[in-house]
């Protein structure tokens, strides 16, 4: 479009005609070649005016293309070259605006890729349990079936619900702290306390695989919740549990520094695969190792509850083999 199109342009170049005319009518008054010279200067100064206004008419219309290339997707942002001014600090802000709104996109399409492989991943750890349910309430349907084997189908039947419902439990749990709905207590949390009402579920477990539980743990603490993080660390203990072998040892321990206090679970198991290391937090990650009936959300949930509390928690494998949970609550913001 041309910039003479513009009213404000012709305003622009009226105003300046005018005020030449004035000035040149006022000049014949008392010389002529005053009136002259008054013509010049308003010619050159009306040209002056004309250009500098189709320079910047031409800037604007470089941004409003660059503008339109982004609404339609095209990735080029071409505002940074702007000359110093007015438009230059126009095109600096839109370039903000503009990255700002292109990371949130980013954002939201992430999020609605991990929504789409947890509801896959959901659906996938579900659909197992089901599919053994709806095969054991068959069975139960047999006639003639006997008093052991309806038990056995019982307990199966049973099994496959604790999953299932610890599994639903584990999701709201973590979609809770996600969403920012949990409020986490601040108090002093015994470390001995905290590990003997952690190992408490997992007893029986343990006395029936034959295992050796070493609890090391004196006066320690540090600031958090108890209940959440009895969840945490119970979770990593209980794959301890699951990962060594009957007759197996799992040792606990404790200790406090002036920057963190620091808690390390470890087990006499097969260890991680080198692979697996980097992964073992993720959602619904399960390594080469895992149980069949793994799901892979408990230590995923382990560490969301251990991050909420200015905590890290990292995995490795010991130097003489085995398992190596390294936890620490840490006294200021890391």
Known sequence: MSV???PDMRR?????VIAGAVLTALCAVFDIAAAIAAVTVSVVFTVIYVIMTAIRYREIARLSRS???ILHGRDDILFADSREGELSILASEITKMTVRLREQADALAADKLRLTDAIADISHQLRTPLTSMNLTVSLLSEEGLSDERRQRLTRDLSRSLRRIDWLIDALLKISKIDAGTVEFKTERVSVKELLQRAVAPLMIPIELRGQELVIRADNESYTGDMQWSIEAIGNIIKNCV???PEGGRIE???SETALY???TVSDSGDGFA???IPHLFERFYRGKNAEASSVG???ALARTVITAQNGTVTASNGANGGAVFAIRFYKTVV
């Open 4 to 6: 003479f199109n513009d």
């Open 12 to 16: 622009g170049i009226l105003v300046h």
């Open 67 to 69: 503008i339109d290339r």
């Open 242 to 244: 699951e990962h060594t």
């Open 252 to 254: 606990i321990s404790a």
């Open 261 to 263: 206090t620091a808690i």
């Open 274 to 276: 080198s692979e697996d």
């Open 297 to 299: 959300i408990g230590l």
